[in-house]
């Protein structure tokens, strides 16, 4: 069965430190998110492609956080410096789609990958 | 810009009773998806049910159903014959044109033995 790919599962970091996530997306799936999740709250969209392009990264702290999806397939989310405030579960999802709302809106989720930040 | 609420941070449920999650959104669209996603504890977050907004018929996947009252703006889950493996936390979500997915805070449900 098809899966969100998402590496690594834990991270720990010092604060000041550059971190890296990356996701591979269900193949095929032209949307991908990537969503910070803190601990008993829901997930909070970082950013969204729609194939290479950013369609939404409103709440995406720019001065630190770096996001690419450069051939339109997997991706990744960058941290620099990480702030002990970053400490977090950052999720990748995928989902079909194009500008429309299609048939097939269910986003898959993968595992996450937990950042601590020391 | 959507926004979704979900009132009740935890509800508790005897195995085998019912219990419903109340979620409620605020939008200007007139089409668009709602989704119950359930994320075990540690585990991946899953969808449980969706519901297309132009249909008036409630959404049912086994033990899941929901209601659905588009001009309440509300959209509750019922879970039926509650199991130990429905412990878990559960995600009202929004999607609409753009394919942007708005999730709710959450409620963590328990389940008693």
């Known amino acids: 069965e098809a899966e969100v790919a998402q590496s690594p599962r834990y991270k720990i970091t010092e604060k000041s430190q550059a971190v890296a996530f990356w996701c591979d997306p269900i193949?095929?799936?032209?949307?991908l998110y990537w969503y910070r999740q803190i601990l008993g709250q829901g997930p909070e969209l970082l950013v969204q492609f729609q194939d290479e392009s950013v369609v939404d990264d409103s709440q995406l702290p720019k001065d630190r956080f770096s996001a690419e999806r450069l051939k339109g397939v997997d991706s990744t989310l960058k941290i620099q410096p990480a702030e002990l405030g970053d400490s977090a579960m950052y999720l990748c999802?995928?989902?079909?789609?194009?500008?429309?709302?299609?048939?097939?809106?269910?986003?898959?989720f993968g595992q996450g990958t937990r950042l601590t930040v020391v | 810009a959507q926004t979704v609420t979900q009132s009740q941070p935890e509800m508790s449920v005897q195995e085998a009773e019912t219990v419903t999650l109340s979620c409620t959104y605020d939008?200007?669209?007139?089409?668009?998806?709602l989704f119950w996603y359930k994320q075990p504890p540690s585990r991946q977050m899953i969808l449980v049910i969706r519901q297309e907004a132009y249909k008036q018929q409630n959404a049912t996947e086994n033990r899941f159903s929901v209601n659905f009252q588009k001009a309440a703006k509300s959209f509750s889950l019922k879970i039926s014959d509650s199991q130990l493996g429905d412990a878990a936390m559960y995600f009202c979500a929004f999607k609409a044109a753009g394919n942007k997915l708005t999730f709710g805070g959450g409620t963590r449900v328990l389940v008693k033995p």
């Open positions: 193949s095929g799936h032209a949307t």
């Open positions: 939008t200007s669209e007139s089409d668009y998806y």
């Open positions: 999802a995928s989902s079909l789609g194009g500008d429309a709302i299609s048939i097939n809106t269910e986003a898959f």
